[in-house]
C-alpha cells in the first residue's frame, strides 16, 4: 500500500514538473553551409500556474541549444542569457529569436539534430523541447573570390582577409552568399546570406577604393538587389532596383566607392499601388444631352 502511495506521488510530480512548459522549436531553414548563423525561434507557453522571471544581470543562462550530431556526439552546449529580465506570464505564451553564431555551430559537416532546454528557475530544471533537424554542407567560392587588405578603422584593421562569393542551390532555389575568410589560415570569419538569385542576368561583383565589396544581382524577375559588405563582413546596406522598359541597372566603380545607373529605386516592403478603380454604370451622369430631332 505504501509503495502504491509513492507511486502515485511520484507520478503527480513528474506530471505537474511536464507541464511547467510548452515549448515548441523551429529553424527559419534546416539547411545551411559552413559557418552560416542558425536562427531559431523558440516559442514558450508558461503552464505553471504563476509568472516565471528569467535572466537579469548575473543570472545563469536561462536558454540552451543542445546540438547532437547523427552518430550520437553532442557538441558543447550553446547558452543564451540576458541582461534584462524576462516575465513570462502565467498562462501567456512568447517567441524569441535566437541567432546562433560562431564556427562552432555549423563547423562540421554532416547531420545534427537540435532542442532548446528552457530553465524554471524556481525548480532549476530545464524543460525540452521538440528536436529539429538540420544539414550544414558546404561550397567554393564558385562567384567571386578576391583577396584584401583590411583598412584603418575596421576591427581587423590590417589583417589580410579575401571576400569570396558563393552561388548555392537550396532545393529548388538558388541562394546568393558571401564569405570572409582570413588569407593566412584559410579561416572563415563570416559566412551570411546576400539573397535569392536568379542566374538569368549575371551578377556584377566588384571591391572598391575602399576596400569594401559590391554585389549587384537579380533577386526577382525585374528586381535587383546592391548588396555592400564591410571589411569587417558585414552587410552594410541592401538596395534595390527596378528594371523598368529594359533600362536595367548597372553597377559601376568610382574613385568614390560604388554607383548603380539605370533603373528604378524600389523599396520591397512598400504597400502595392492601388490601381484606378474602374468606373461603374450608376456613376454616369443621369441627364443626357436632348437629341435633336430630324428635319422633315
Known amino acids: 500500500m505504501n509503495r502504491l502511495l509513492l507511486l502515485m506521488i511520484l507520478c503527480c510530480c513528474c506530471g505537474q514538473a511536464r507541464a511547467q512548459y510548452v515549448t515548441n522549436l523551429t529553424l527559419l531553414k534546416n539547411q545551411f553551409i559552413t559557418g552560416e548563423p542558425v536562427v531559431a525561434v523558440v516559442t514558450i507557453t508558461n503552464r505553471s500556474g504563476g509568472d516565471v522571471i528569467v535572466g537579469g544581470h548575473g543570472a545563469r543562462d536561462w536558454l ?30 512568447m517567441k524569441h529569436t535566437v541567432e546562433i553564431s560562431g564556427g562552432y555551430s555549423t563547423a562540421d559537416l554532416g547531420s545534427f539534430n537540435m532542442v532548446a532546454n528552457v530553465l524554471h528557475p524556481i525548480t532549476g530544471q530545464f524543460y525540452t523541447s521538440n528536436k529539429v533537424r538540420m544539414t550544414i554542407t558546404d561550397s567554393k567560392p564558385n562567384m567571386f573570390d578576391q583577396p584584401f587588405g583590411v583598412p584603418q578603422g575596421f576591427r581587423n584593421a590590417g589583417r589580410a582577409c579575401r571576400y569570396q562569393v558563393i ?50 544581382f537579380l533577386a526577382q524577375p525585374h528586381i535587383f538587389c546592391h548588396a555592400v559588405v564591410d571589411p569587417d563582413g558585414k552587410i552594410q546596406q541592401r ?30 516592403s512598400a504597400p502595392p499601388a492601388k490601381r484606378k478603380a474602374m468606373r461603374k454604370t450608376s456613376d454616369r451622369p443621369t441627364t443626357l444631352g436632348t437629341v435633336p430631332k430630324a428635319k422633315k
Open 239 to 268: 538596395t534595390y532596383y527596378r528594371d523598368d522598359d529594359n533600362n536595367r541597372p548597372s553597377l559601376v566603380m568610382t574613385d568614390k566607392g560604388a554607383t548603380v545607373f539605370g533603373g528604378e529605386a524600389f523599396d520591397p
Open 167 to 216: 552561388l548555392f542551390r537550396e532545393l529548388d532555389d538558388l541562394q546568393l552568399y558571401c564569405r570572409l575568410t582570413d588569407e593566412r589560415s584559410g579561416a572563415y570569419i563570416a559566412t551570411f546570406l546576400l539573397g535569392p538569385a536568379m542566374m538569368a542576368v549575371q551578377p556584377q561583383i566588384s571591391i572598391d577604393v575602399h576596400n569594401k565589396l559590391h554585389v549587384l
Open 64 to 93: 540552451q541549444f543542445e546540438i547532437t550530431e547523427s552518430t550520437g556526439r553532442r557538441l558543447a552546449p550553446v547558452g543564451i542569457s540576458s541582461e534584462a529580465p524576462i516575465t513570462m506570464k502565467a498562462g501567456g505564451t
